[in-house]
């Protein structure tokens, strides 16, 4: 089992200053089969990020994602007050597909 | 639109069985694979299982083999999670979700969820 770990736990940041989240897996991730999301409290998790860098539908360009092998990182250039969230990363190149533990991203 | 609506949660005791269900709209189901996840209260996501678009094929994360069953009718637009021997660790919201990929296999990261339903086992 392939196993993700996120840093930091907490990022602390002011709107309109960029946030680097960092997701390094425990063995290579094979064809950067990995996916980035966000969630709200009492929502469901929103797809970001698939193939460790391309955006799914809908996302705006300030979410970039980049990496391979065993070091990803998700970028978002310019904080909006919308994007304080909990950021998880996921890998699906082998079964069992795995979650990272999460990255609370707060407004400092 | 897509939509994913669980049900079937509740407060269960220890030892017994629960099952979930996701009814789903919007697309066609029968041409997509599912998962479930789970999230535990104030933890993070945690993958259960996925199921190919005919069922044929299931995969489950290695803490769940032999007490939980993926399962589908898609006759009924209906993804299922028979929950057996249950434990006080697997309490959480579980969400169902569609697989990113149409067709023949499945890519293993979801693209829908649905808001989830909370299981909750204690005596």
Known sequence: ?108 | QVQLVESGGGVVQPGRSLRLSCAASGFTFSSYGMHWVRQAPGKGLEWVAVIWYDGSNKYYADYVKGRLTISRDNFENTLYLQMNSLRAEDTAVYYCARDSRYGDYVRGFPDYWGQGTLVTVSS
């Open chain 1, 1 to 108: 089992e392939i196993v993700l770990t996120q840093s930091p736990g907490t990022l602390s940041l002011s709107p309109g200053e960029r946030a680097t989240l960092s997701c390094r897996a425990s063995q290579s991730v094979s064809s950067s089969y990995l996916a980035w999301y966000q969630q709200k409290p009492g929502q469901a998790p929103r797809l970001l990020i698939y193939g460790a860098s391309s955006r799914a539908t809908g996302i705006p360009d300030r979410f970039s994602g980049s990496g391979s092998g065993t070091d990803f990182t998700l970028s978002i250039s310019r904080l909006e007050p919308e994007d304080f969230a909990v950021y998880y990363c996921q890998q699906y190149g082998s079964s069992p597909y795995t979650f990272g533990q999460g990255t609370k991203l707060e407004i400092k």
